[in-house]
T-cell receptor
């Protein structure tokens, strides 16, 4: 079942602009993670935010989490062409052990 | 460097064949996962294993089985491949609830 749903499904921006992707989920969670996938490759972990955290930074990435709205956002600042990829949020359901549920992803294209 | 490897990047099989997809991790992780990824459907969990010889069904286990005889290796088996199993298959491993480390994926085509 799809718990995390990303919005928008696709995003096209110019190099240097900021990109914001959103994720909504349905059940209570322990943490929320964001992953990146280059075309035809496996996923790479970007950042994990715990349910008791509201904001987290890693380099040009900023993630927020609003557990009252069951939503998260991923902001990539000063985007580069190399940021072109699909981005997925993943949540762990409190009742689902160590399993993650992934959303459908946002396809980001950064034009040089 | 931590690593998850998958036995093939591309695989072409015929309907009815038995297919083995192998995954190996070198991080001594207790958890291992098999997902399939299809356009518009995101990643869907097929099976996961939290210990040697232990397995749990994910969201879409039908038509698949798994084997975990050693901690570092998790195999996905298609007993009788069908065309609707044409997909990208991704293996991952993790320790507890933390980040999952993914292999490069196997793109399977069933003719």
């Amino acid at each position: 079942s799809q718990q995390g749903e990303e919005d928008p499904q696709a995003l096209s921006i110019q190099e240097g602009e900021n990109a914001t992707m959103n994720c909504s989920y349905k059940t209570s969670i322990n943490n929320l993670q964001w992953y990146r996938q280059n075309s035809g490759r496996g996923l790479v972990h970007l950042i994990l935010i715990r349910s008791n955290e509201r904001e987290k930074h890693s380099g040009r990435l900023r993630v927020t989490l609003d557990t009252s709205k069951k939503s998260s956002s991923l902001l990539i600042t000063a985007s580069r062409a190399a940021d072109t990829a699909s981005y997925f949020c993943a949540t762990d359901d409190n009742n689902a052990g160590n399993m993650l549920t992934f959303g459908g992803g946002t396809r980001l294209m950064v034009k040089p | 460097d931590v690593k998850v490897t998958q036995s093939s990047r591309y695989l072409v099989k015929r309907t009815g064949e038995k297919v083995f997809l192998e995954c190996v991790q070198d991080m001594d992780h207790e958890n291992m996962f098999w997902y399939r990824q299809d356009p518009g459907l995101g990643l869907r969990l097929i099976y996961f294993s939290y210990d040697v010889k232990m397995k749990e069904k994910g969201d879409i286990p039908e038509g698949y089985s798994v084997s975990r005889e050693k901690k570092e290796r998790f195999s996905l088996i298609l007993e009788s491949a069908s065309t609707n199993q044409t997909s990208m298959y991704l293996c991952a491993s993790s320790r507890g609830l933390g980040e999952q480390f993914f292999g490069p994926g196997t793109r399977l085509t069933v003719l």
